[in-house]
Each structure stands twice: as C-alpha cells, then as structure tokens.
C-alpha cells in the first residue's frame, strides 16, 4: 500500500470516529448541526484543504498573502 492510500485509510478511520461520536450523542432523527461541525476538528480540516485546493467557482482566482518560492523565484503569485 503506498503512501497516499495509508492516508486515506488513516482519514477515512478517523473521520468516521469522529462522525460516530457525534452521532451517539444525538437521537437518530436529529441532523447534524453547525454546533456540531465545529466540534469536527478533522472534517473541518478536509473541508478547508478541499477549498484551499480546488476552485470552487470559475473565474475566482486566489491570490497569494505573502511571497512564495516557485521554480527558484520568490514572489506573490496567483494561482
């Protein structure tokens, strides 16, 4: 198993943790609340990478904060 697939093993097992411990603390009926996704320290976490990663409109670029290297120049960039 390479490097990628044990981390996605790893998330997977310990988002469903924390989903789980959510879950046993609410009646089966009850939604999952705002309350409750701030208390979800690794979905959050994937929820942030996956925006930091991916455009989710088109035409909305991002700009970087402060300068970066990139191919040995240092610079602001957008991306």
Do not use: C, W, Y
């Amino acid at each position: 198993m390479g490097s990628g697939e044990e981390a996605l093993a790893i998330g997977q097992s310990h988002g469903t943790k924390e989903h789980l411990a959510i879950r046993e603390k609410k009646k089966p009926e009850d939604p999952i609340d705002l309350n409750d996704l701030k208390s979800m320290r690794f979905t959050r976490a994937v929820i942030f990478e996956t925006s930091r990663l991916a455009t989710i409109v088109n035409g909305v670029l991002r700009k970087t904060t402060k300068d970066m290297e990139l191919n040995g120049e240092f610079g602001r960039f957008q991306a």
